[in-house]
């Protein structure tokens, strides 16, 4: 099993900034892509932004140019860097792992941290 934990949520004036963390720790080895989600109460949980091992990124349209994911392996820790914040970014935003093991793909979810953009 993987576990995964988050902080770094809060509330922030629209136009700030905020970083999100996230430690994988357990069974970790073939982890091949971790990544943010985000969820809206009755919507679809949608990506934020992903990081493979090789390190290759990828974003969604709305966070392009204003979020930034990065990982310390040795940490076994990613990051999302969120600047310029939007009211419309408010939402629980969810660490995701992938991992690989024998052939078999195993998805894994962290609780969720509140992110609250509001004057």
């Known amino acids: 099993q993987v576990q995964l934990v988050e902080s770094g949520g809060g509330l922030v004036q629209p136009g700030g900034s905020l970083r999100l963390s996230c430690v994988a720790s357990g069974d970790i080895f073939g982890i091949m892509l971790m990544g943010w989600y985000r969820q809206a109460p009755g919507k679809q949980r949608e990506l934020v932004a992903s990081?493979?091992?090789?390190?290759?990124?990828r974003y969604a349209d709305s966070v392009k140019g204003r979020f930034s994911i990065s990982r310390d392996n040795a940490k076994n820790t990613i990051f999302l860097q969120m600047n310029s914040l939007r009211p419309e970014d408010t939402d629980v935003y969810y660490c995701?792992?992938?991992?690989?093991?024998?052939?078999?793909?195993?998805?894994?979810w962290g609780q969720g941290t509140q992110v609250t953009v509001s004057s």
């Open positions: 995701n792992a992938l991992r690989r093991r024998d052939g078999t793909l195993d998805n894994y």
């Open positions: 990081i493979t091992s090789g390190d290759s990124t």
